[in-house]
């Protein structure tokens, strides 16, 4: 087996195991993994065309990654340490 197709049957690995996740995030990590790898098939193998979709699927889940964190940010309000009793400080840190 080359190394082409040990990347190439890992990719397979990992986009398959995305189907199995049930959080959201984590399916976008394996997804950016998968892609990862799939690009990197990609250059070893000097094909244009899996290069150029890799990068597309990969763009596209780090944007869906940075949006989800953003609004999850934008969810959560921020907490003070005066909002937090003195005994609670303490636990916390």
């Not at 986009?15 to 959080?23: C, G, I, P, R």
């Not at 993994?33 to 244009?48: D, E, F, H, K």
């Not at 290069?51 to 763009?59: D, K």
Request: glycine fraction near 6%; aromatic fraction near 8%.
């Amino acid at each position: 087996m080359t190394l082409a197709d040990s990347i190439g049957w890992t990719a397979t690995a990992v986009f398959t195991a995305s189907y199995l996740t049930k959080e959201h995030a984590t399916l976008r990590r394996v997804q950016m993994a998968g892609a990862s790898l799939w690009l990197t098939y990609g250059l070893v193998m000097q094909a244009p065309p899996v290069i150029g979709s890799n990068i597309l699927v990969l763009t596209a889940a780090c944007w869906a990654e940075y949006r989800h964190r953003r609004s999850m940010r934008r969810a959560t309000p921020a907490v003070s340490a005066s909002a937090v009793p003195a005994g609670r400080r303490a636990e916390a840190a």
